[in-house]
Nanobody, 123 residues
Framework: QVQLAESGGGLVQAGSSLRLSCAASGGTFSRYAMGWFRQAAGKEHELIAGIGTIGGTIYYPESAKGRFAISRDNTKSTLYLQMNNLEPEDTAVYYC????????????????WGQGTQVTVSS
């Protein structure tokens, strides 16, 4: 079983950057495809970046392309999300999640989740 812990969220102004981290423990990190999801108030989980087990496959929705960058360091069992040019619409709780079956769009296909980190972007 994998435990995930996000860090790096906070309150920033529009146009700023943040780097989120997700530290994994208790399992073999490199066996899992990983995703960053976010959940804004009153909305469902949204996949904003996904990465395959060795980083060869990466996915971004249109809302994240050009602004967000996902990466992973399997030697450190850590997942990252670099977020640039943040907008108020990016305000949400950000979660990392691990999938043993591959990279999926649907949150229901992910096996393990972190507790989330709040990102608030002021205008």
């Amino acid at each position: 079983q994998v435990q995930l812990a996000e860090s790096g969220g906070g309150l920033v102004q529009a146009g700023s950057s943040l780097r989120l981290s997700c530290a994994a423990s208790g399992g073999t990190f490199s066996r899992y495809a990983m995703g960053w999801f976010r959940q804004a108030a009153g909305k469902e989980h949204e996949l904003i970046a996904g990465i395959g087990t060795i980083g060869g496959t990466i996915y971004y929705p249109e809302s994240a392309k050009g602004r967000f960058a996902i990466s992973r360091d399997n030697t450190k069992s850590t997942l990252y999300l670099q977020m640039n040019n943040l907008e108020p619409e990016d305000t949400a709780v950000y979660y990392c999640a691990a999938s043993s079956g591959g990279l999926y769009y649907s949150a229901s296909r992910y096996d393990y989740w972190g507790q989330g980190t709040q990102v608030t972007v002021s205008s």
